[in-house]
């Protein structure tokens, strides 16, 4: 069997896999993006995603958020606890930015960011490519992958695996960490009597954060759940399911008059104990999957994508062994160490604070929204984060 080489292979052409391939666009590098989905014209995703600001601005960049059909910005983020006193409310002001966030529809991120990867020269766009096992114990790395009933193998100087984490278990020294948080969250977009447009929602409660989201004239819910109080949820009527997300949510936006159709997915807290071995990185969701809370996981994948394409770029392609040197990865590895490691604790405190059923605790809590409320630099500090991660100079 032939091999083709390459200087990159990306496996996962998500949004990060393509934020990747597109950032590498103008280096003289081959590349292949590998999807195992078929061309992003044929896929349907109705899921809003919560972009920070920082996020956008990696997309404007790319030159993929001029190409946008529809995004809303948020303007304001209202932050409460269910049944207790004090909430913070943060807005651009806080972080010194035009807006905080956005809310895109998947599809259309998607589907922007597909054709502008079949337009680069220097990128080989494979989909319907399902990857069924990598290596790096030799001198390259090396991807098999079926396409339409044909096994291929290719080579690279540098494996980036930019989705889900099984292939990332073949790699030496990689593994994982996990929490099962024994939750699910429901998503679904809603419409209220009052929406309040640019305002977004995070409500705790005991069961799990409840997010409201801006999405044009609606709302996108995110409501996580202990997985037995989901399955209920999930089999109620409409009228009955408005009913008790407005008995959780409180009356800000008024009634809740029409739910859309409802998804759920588990929630755990998984990430690699590593993100480099031999010939290898992973990225995005490869990397970590983060609980929903304050919306991070994607805008952390962008930002891995981002910086590990700024650290290929320090090195001229010509110089031995690049990319995916040692020296390459080892170097990547500690520029995201801190930002990876603080986003993690930042979601998984979040949840585990307001979750627990002790009203000591709970009071504490609430005093705490109260005290970020009140205290502008604090307020700026979890702007900042949100908004660019550990380190916000890198889109600067």
């Known amino acids: 069997m032939s091999e083709q080489q390459f200087d990159i292979v990306i496996?996962?052409?998500?949004?990060?896999?393509?934020?990747?391939?597109?950032?590498?666009?103008?280096?003289?590098?081959?590349?292949?993006?590998?999807?195992?989905?078929?061309?992003?014209?044929?896929?349907?995703?109705?899921?809003?995603?919560?972009?920070?600001?920082?996020?956008?601005?990696?997309?404007?960049?790319?030159?993929?958020?001029?190409?946008?059909?529809?995004?809303?910005?948020?303007?304001?983020?209202?932050?409460?606890?269910?049944?207790?006193?004090?909430?913070?409310?943060?807005?651009?002001?806080?972080?010194?930015?035009?807006?905080?966030?956005?809310?895109?529809?998947?599809?259309?991120?998607?589907?922007?960011?597909?054709?502008?990867?079949?337009?680069?020269?220097?990128?080989?766009?494979?989909?319907?490519?399902?990857?069924?096992?990598?290596?790096?114990?030799?001198?390259?790395?090396?991807?098999?992958?079926?396409?339409?009933?044909?096994?291929?193998?290719?080579?690279?100087?540098?494996?980036?695996?930019?989705?889900?984490?099984?292939?990332?278990?073949?790699?030496?020294?990689?593994?994982?960490?996990?929490?099962?948080?024994?939750?699910?969250?429901?998503?679904?977009?809603?419409?209220?009597?009052?929406?309040?447009?640019?305002?977004?929602?995070?409500?705790?409660?005991?069961?799990g954060p409840l997010a409201l989201l801006p999405s044009g004239d609606e709302y996108a819910l995110v409501w996580t759940m202990p997985i037995a109080e989901a399955v209920k949820k999930l089999k109620l009527d409409d009228s009955h399911f408005l009913q008790q997300l407005h008995e959780q949510f409180g009356d800000r936006v008024g009634n809740f008059t029409h739910v859309g159709q409802r998804s759920s997915f588990p929630l755990i807290l998984k990430h690699a104990s590593e993100i480099a071995g031999h010939r290898a990185v992973l990225i995005g969701n490869a990397a970590q999957t983060l609980h929903p809370v304050a919306g991070q996981g994607f805008n952390l994948g962008l930002r891995d994508a981002w910086e590990l394409a700024s650290e290929i770029s320090r090195v001229p392609p010509d110089t031995p062994g690049e990319p995916g040197s040692a020296r390459m990865l080892a170097a990547y590895s500690r520029r995201r160490q801190s930002d990876k490691?603080?986003?993690?604790?930042?979601?998984?405190?979040?949840?585990?604070?307001?979750?627990?059923?002790?009203?000591?605790?709970?009071?504490?809590?609430s005093l705490g929204l109260t005290a970020l409320d009140c205290l502008p630099p604090a307020k700026r500090l979890v702007a900042h984060q949100m908004i660019f991660g550990t380190k916000g100079w890198f889109i600067g």
């Open 11 to 207: 496996v996962g052409g998500g949004p990060v896999g393509m934020a990747l391939a597109l950032a590498l666009r103008d280096y003289d590098l081959t590349v292949l993006l590998l999807e195992a989905r078929a061309l992003p014209e044929k896929v349907d995703d109705p899921r809003p995603l919560a972009l920070s600001h920082g996020s956008q601005l990696i997309l404007q960049r790319l030159g993929i958020w001029q190409n946008l059909v529809q995004s809303t910005p948020i303007t304001t983020i209202h932050i409460s606890n269910h049944g207790h006193f004090g909430h913070a409310i943060l807005t651009p002001e806080d972080a010194g930015v035009p807006a905080l966030g956005y809310v895109v529809n998947y599809h259309d991120l998607y589907h922007s960011m597909g054709r502008m990867v079949r337009e680069g020269s220097n990128l080989d766009y494979q989909t319907n490519a399902l990857v069924t096992a990598v290596r790096t114990d030799l001198p390259l790395a090396q991807v098999t992958y079926q396409q339409h009933g044909m096994t291929r193998q290719v080579r690279a100087k540098l494996l980036v695996l930019a989705d889900g984490g099984k292939l990332a278990e073949q790699i030496d020294g990689i593994g994982y960490q996990t929490h099962d948080y024994q939750q699910t969250a429901i998503v679904a977009n809603v419409r209220a009597e009052l929406p309040q447009p640019g305002t977004a929602y995070e409500r705790f409660t005991l069961n």
């Open 341 to 365: 490691r603080t986003s993690r604790i930042f979601t998984d405190s979040l949840v585990k604070l307001f979750t627990v059923d002790l009203s000591l605790v709970q009071s504490c809590s």
